[in-house]
């Protein structure tokens, strides 16, 4: 790995982002998601600077002006990228991530929710775009699942998440899901004939496609993405008074030993048990 002196900054063009992007990942066991996203926040940093130093970080920052989210992602990464990358901690002494003010944000209205659902007409789409909504799980968590991690009579998918601290869980859905899901897998298996090798994922699908989704809603005038449909799967089961400790572990957003606990056994059976008497709905 490079090294500098105490004393010296470090130069961009040194430093090789790429070698950088596989240490988060194979080092520091980062998601492929976080080590993209870091690689690409400091890219932009390389471009308008010249060296690693304080003064450069501080003029980077200033540019950024009240882009809060961006600076803290940011410093997230160069913070990476100095004290366990370069070695060189003493480059980002002093230098605190910035808090993100949480204003007060509005859930999708129920009626907008069906109607994303009913304004897809593809069978596929709809299965993806109801298991967003029922599950709560993040965008990259589904669109990964195959089709070995579901398990459609318990209405459960076993999910991976990003976070180093929550390496795998399990998603429930509701008997709506449930049956889009089964119309899904029927046209699937006829999709798929003929086109090469077998996909096991769950969703095979390209970047492409997956966006032409979300602006086909948009197009109509819903502001939906998979981000907004997990915001309201919380909301809703708040509303349904499910305790906020049980949205967490449906979720996924449970530390790691919680999570264990109540992904088998009995404990997935209460999950299930708590799930179905919220009775969350998406078409009636």
């Not at 029927?186 to 996909?199: H, N």
């Not at 907004?228 to 949205?247: A, I, M």
């Amino acid at each position: 790995m490079p090294t500098g002196s105490v004393l010296s900054s470090v130069r961009c063009d040194s430093v090789d982002l790429d070698a950088f992007s596989d240490f988060l990942r194979d080092g520091l066991h980062r998601s492929p998601v976080t080590a993209q996203k870091y690689r690409r926040l400091l890219r932009k940093f390389f471009d308008c600077e010249d060296e690693i130093s304080r003064e450069s970080i501080m003029r980077y920052l200033k540019a950024l002006r009240d882009k809060t989210a961006t600076k803290a992602n940011f410093l997230k990464g160069l913070f990476r990228l100095c004290k366990d990358y370069l070695g060189r901690p003493d480059l980002v002494v002093g230098f605190r991530i910035p808090k993100i003010k949480c204003g007060l944000k509005e859930a999708l209205a129920d009626a907008d929710v069906r109607r994303g659902f009913e304004l897809l007409r593809d069978i596929r789409q709809r299965a993806l775009y109801i298991m967003y909504a029922t599950t709560g799980v993040r965008r990259t968590e589904l669109l990964k699942a195959k089709l070995e991690d579901l398990d459609l009579e318990a209405r459960v998918l076993r999910i991976d998440h990003e976070s180093e601290t929550k390496k795998a869980g399990v998603a429930v859905f509701n008997e709506e899901a449930r049956h889009v899901l089964k119309e899904w897998l029927k046209d699937r298996a006829e999709r798929l004939k003929g086109r090469g090798p077998p996909s096991d994922r769950l969703f095979p699908m390209d970047t492409r496609e997956f966006k032409a989704i979300w602006k086909r809603l948009r197009q109509a005038g819903l502001q939906i993405t998979p981000k907004e449909l997990r915001f309201w799967h919380s909301t809703k089961l708040g509303e349904l008074r499910v305790p906020d400790r049980y949205v967490d572990i449906l979720q996924g957003r449970a530390p790691l030993t919680v999570l264990q606990k109540h992904y088998t056994g009995t404990g997935l059976e209460t999950l299930k048990k708590i799930y179905d008497e919220a009775g969350l709905k998406v078409l009636n």
